[in-house]
Every structure is written in structure tokens, then in C-alpha cells.
């Protein structure tokens, strides 16, 4: 596994990933962008792999956390703001969630086809804040260990896949919303990340990274893998149980956009809320003025 010894001062071992000698390189793999690792003699694919930062313990604790986030989601009055936890519901059961705090993107179809999704490249911050053990505990650890930058993260995502059947479906972390590197923590289960994946993603990829449970997965910044070509998550890669904790920077000038967004959606639901007959209605809303706890997506 990815993980540290709780007994253990030793440092996290990282891992550079490469395509192998043998392996004709992708047609959009440019090598003056990327060039050979004269050390190594392989061309670098742009991902790292760090073992060994969370120890057993901590990992636990942190999928403990994030579970009771879920549950007090589906509790019918909640603390958590709508739109911070989405379900997928198959079989009449829920078999995904994410989970978004600080800011959001739109994706689905519906989000898309909105009349304000270009807004803020289809970011938005109507959700809960972090809660303070993800930048204490978390955050802090990848600084420690100088993974990341102090102040570097300013959003966090986490997805479950609360039976293993359904993996992550192709997708950049494009780099019109966020910046680079792209950091996640593999959580409940071991799976693998897949880069380049043809047929609905499900087969033909140009080259699969492990990730053990406790991994930190970097998606480092101005690599192929981060920038070329898109990535998922295969169910045949799926060994039960699984999700992930991603750490990314959104462009502030898109969280400010976002926040002038809420702003006045926030002033014309205040400005519809009259007594009178007469009253206009909140552009946003559908007369149910009750929170939800999460947004329920059918599939």
C-alpha cells in the first residue's frame, strides 16, 4: 500500500513515471515540449506517485471524515450547503457521490445547458466551506513533505464509489479552470489511473498508473499526462469500495468571477422575497424556499 509506517520517521518515496523503452511514443507526445530524462533515458509521461506521506491511522481517519460527510448529506435538514454533495443513484441505490468544498464546476448536461454556465468557465462557489482538517491535517502534510506550495490549494473534490462498479469516466483538469500540479490521495481501495483510453474509456489506453490506497497521485505541471491527453478510471481497474480526496488550485480571477455570480444571485432572491402578491419571482428558484440536502442525479 501507499502508505507510512505509524511507527516510522522514514520520508515518503517518490516514484517518476516513464514511458518504457519499447513503447512508441503518442502522436501528440511532443519532445521538444517533453523532453528524454537523460539520467533515466526514458521520455517522463508527467505523473508522480508519493508512498508513504499518510500512515495507516491517518488514512483511516480522513475516509471516516469524509463518510460522515456523506451520510449527514442525505439527512433531510443538514448543516451542508445544496449543491455541495451530489448523488448518482442506480438500481435504487446511491452507487456515487462527489463532494465539493469551497468551489464547484458544473458538469453534467443540464449545468451546462444553464443560461449562465460560460460564467466563471462553469465555476462556481455555492457550496461549503473546507472544513478545517483539510487544510490543518491534509493540506499540511503535502507542504511537509513539499509536494505542494503553502496556500497553493484553494478547493477541494472527492469522489466515492460506494460499490466499485462504476469508474471515473474520461476528463482533463483542464487548465483554462485549474492550475498545475493536480494533486489526489487514493482512498478505501487500490485502483489505477488510465491515460489516452479508447471505447468509452473502457479499453486501449496508452499507459496506466497504480495507485495504492494512501497514494498521493500528482499530476505534475506542464506534463502530457496533465495537459495532452485525458485520464479516467476503468471499473476493470475498480478493486471494490474506492474514491479519492483531490487538492486543486482554481484560478482565483474564476473563484472572483464566481463570487460576484453568488453575489447576485444571493440580491435577487432577497429582492423577491415579499409578502405581496405581486412579488417577482427568484429567477433561480421554484418557489421551494427549503434546503436540500444534496442534488440527486438520476442514471
Avoid at 491534509?138 to 484553494?154: C, K, Q, W, Y
Avoid at 460576484?260 to 435577487?268: A, G, R, S, V
Amino acid at each position: 500500500e501507499g502508505l507510512a509506517d505509524d511507527a516510522s520517521n522514514t520520508e515518503p518515496r517518490t516514484i517518476e513515471w516513464y514511458f518504457s523503452a519499447n513503447q512508441p511514443l503518442p502522436e501528440n507526445f511532443d519532445t521538444r515540449l517533453y523532453p528524454k530524462d537523460e539520467q533515466v533515458g526514458l521520455y517522463p509521461i508527467g505523473v508522480q506517485s508519493v508512498i508513504g506521506v499518510l500512515s495507516l491511522n491517518k488514512l483511516r481517519d480522513i475516509e471516516a471524515r469524509l463518510e460522515e460527510i456523506y451520510k449527514e448529506s442525505l439527512r433531510p435538514s443538514t448543516y451542508i450547503q445544496p449543491e455541495t454533495c451530489h448523488h448518482s443513484i442506480r438500481g435504487g441505490r446511491v452507487n456515487r457521490t462527489k463532494m465539493f468544498f469551497n468551489a464547484r464546476y458544473l458538469w453534467t448536461r443540464d449545468q451546462l445547458a444553464s443560461p449562465d454556465a460560460d460564467i466563471a468557465r462553469g465555476i462556481r462557489t455555492d457550496v461549503s466551506p473546507a472544513p478545517s482538517w483539510m487544510d490543518e491535517e491534509v493540506g499540511a502534510s503535502l507542504v511537509t513533505h513539499r509536494i505542494m506550495e503553502p496556500d497553493f490549494v484553494n478547493s477541494y473534490a472527492c469522489n466515492i464509489y460506494h460499490d466499485g462498479s462504476e469508474g471515473l469516466g474520461q476528463h482533463y483538469d483542464d487548465d483554462t479552470r485549474f492550475m498545475h500540479p493536480v494533486i489526489s490521495i487514493r482512498l478505501f481501495s487500490d485502483s489505477r489511473l488510465a491515460f489516452g483510453c479508447k471505447l468509452y474509456g473502457y479499453s486501449n489506453g496508452v499507459i496506466a498508473v497504480p495507485m495504492a490506497r494512501g497514494t498521493v497521485t500528482v499530476l505534475k505541471q506542464g506534463g502530457w499526462a496533465g495537459t495532452r491527453v485525458k485520464h479516467c478510471i476503468r471499473p476493470s481497474d475498480m478493486t471494490g469500495r474506492s474514491g479519492v480526496l483531490l487538492l486543486r488550485q482554481i484560478h482565483p480571477y474564476l473563484i472572483e468571477e464566481a463570487d460576484q455570480l453568488k453575489l447576485e444571485n444571493l440580491t435577487n432572491f432577497f429582492e423577491s422575497a415579499t409578502l405581496a402578491d405581486d412579488g417577482k419571482p427568484w429567477p433561480g428558484g421554484n418557489g421551494d424556499l427549503q434546503p436540500r440536502a444534496g442534488v440527486i442525479l438520476e442514471s
